[in-house]
């Protein structure tokens, strides 16, 4: 169904949403992306993963990475404790969010159907408009596991994408998973 290239995941928001024609609809357990392997050289700095969130249709849900949370997990398949950050939805800051510092993750660059978009902007949006056949691609960096790279071996994705609705009683949760993702430690390019 989905998998990765290189360290490319995409995220079929159709699907997930449970869309008109989606295999999913009317499902409320988590919609599980397939991602084959993620490749990473442990002399770059730092791990870079892009999401690619597609829609088929037009669509407002409320910022992806809001909600967006990674799990790292050992050779030995066990998850390492990393220091949480409070989740951006339940900040109450009297700035803007920075992309470097509010997330679990730091956003080094958007894209809006390769259209290349202000990061503060977008990160700041709390919500995304979709157009048909469109896509929103983020590309993620995370400095946090830096001394933990040599002991890596598996990464877990998850997220929930929640329409935008001024309808109160209709926000719905969506959540996705990655499945376990073994991370290959690969040379220098």
Known sequence: MNTIVKNTID?????????????RSGSNSPL???VEELFWSPDSEPLEITLNCISDAPL?????????????????QKVIPLEDK????????N???????DFDFVVKKVTYNKNQCDINEVVNQSTLNFAP????QFTLAFPSIEN????IGYLRIFGNLVPF???????KSNPFRTNIVPIKHSPCE
């Open 165 to 171: 609705t001024t309808d109160q009683d209709s926000k």
């Open 60 to 76: 407002e849900i409320v910022n992806p990475l809001y909600y967006l949370k990674m799990e790292w997990i050992d050779k030995g």
């Open 133 to 136: 056949k469109s896509k929103y």
């Open 32 to 34: 599980t992306v397939t």
């Open 86 to 93: 409070v989740p951006v939805l339940l900040l109450n800051l």
């Open 11 to 23: 995220i079929p928001l159709q699907e997930i949403l449970g869309q008109a024609g989606s295999a």
């Open 148 to 151: 933990q790279k040599e002991t």
């Open 95 to 101: 700035r803007p969010l920075d992309p470097e510092r």
